[in-house]
């Protein structure tokens, strides 16, 4: 799984990575995916898919407001990936990913979704 989830403070300081206190629970970041490269071709198919069904403005709301919590939307699809891959592409869903992973990447994404929005 990408990130561990563990509560335990010597693990917390032996660990190297970025840290996400959510819940009382910590979220270590030490993802592989983090070295990958961001792969954004697949923006604008995602964008048109959320604006057909009208929800591209949620989204992009959830995406900025998410914070921490869209770790756990990254673990929600990591987790349900068997599952996913048979209606969805697997590249699709490392980027989804990927983007859930990175808040950065994230608010880029959401402004690209305000941008076709406005255009």
Not at 27 to 51: E, I
Not at 95 to 115: I, P, Y
Request: charged residues 15%.
């Amino acid at each position: 799984m990408p990130y561990c989830v563990n509560k335990h403070p010597f693990l917390r300081s032996q660990l190297a990575g970025d840290i996400f206190p959510i819940f009382g629970f910590a979220f270590f970041n030490l993802c592989y995916t983090d070295h990958m490269q961001v792969d954004r071709t697949l923006w604008s198919k995602w964008a048109h898919f959320l604006h057909h069904w009208g929800v591209d403005g949620i989204a992009a709301f959830l995406i900025d407001a998410g914070g921490p919590l869209t770790v756990l939307a990254a673990q929600v699809v990591y987790m349900g990936q068997p599952f996913l891959r048979q209606s969805v592409s697997e590249g699709h869903l490392q980027a989804l990913v990927n983007l859930f992973e990175d808040q950065e990447e994230g608010q880029m994404f959401a402004a690209f979704l305000r941008e076709g929005k406005n255009q």
